[in-house]
DNA sequence: TCTTTATGTAAAGTATAATTTATTTTTAGT
DNA sequence: ACTAAAAATAAATTATACTTTACATAAAGA
């Protein structure tokens, strides 16, 4: 799965720190995240999609590999 | 947070256990999520949202008690 | 009634999300 | 170059999503 969490973070101007206080999760939960290390739960990416205010889409999208296995 | 599973599948007119063949999941992962009991991760659920045609938003969102704890 | 299909639950185990603490590396500003 | 903020990463622990197996119930049809 692919995000582009820095994106919108940088459109709205905020640090990782920033974002993780925001929704709830500590710093480097959204650092793993944002690397892909880590896949959120659907209510963390609700959050998410709030904070940024756009869609859950518009931040996180499948690839090919995620329909295999 | 809430979902509308159900009433997803029935636009559909797939079981539960058709829904979670298609998404690569168990029966019993689909029943526990529709019933509100796991939440799902950010994968399924644009899995379901791509198996229905429609978005997270449509299926699932966020409620007050979400961003208590 | 008997059978089949769909659903709801439960317990035990595995995989992994998320936390905490800590260290290192980048980046930006002066 | 120096400093400070931000980002990247890691190890150990805890919480929970998900699987498997199993059983129970309700509805519909033959």
Redesign the pocket.
């Known amino acids: 799965m692919k995000n582009s969490i820095?994106v919108e973070?940088a459109k709205k101007d905020l640090?990782?720190?920033?974002l993780?206080e925001k929704v709830?999760?500590?710093?480097?939960?959204i650092?793993?995240?944002?690397?892909g290390?880590?896949?959120?739960?659907t209510?963390?990416a609700l959050k998410m999609a709030e904070v940024f205010k756009t869609s859950v889409h518009e931040i996180f999208s499948l690839e090919e590999v995620d329909w295999q296995g």
Do not use: W, Y
């Open positions: 820095k973070r640090t990782q720190a920033d993780a709830g999760v500590s710093r480097q939960t650092n793993s995240i944002e690397k290390r880590f896949v959120p739960s209510i963390l």
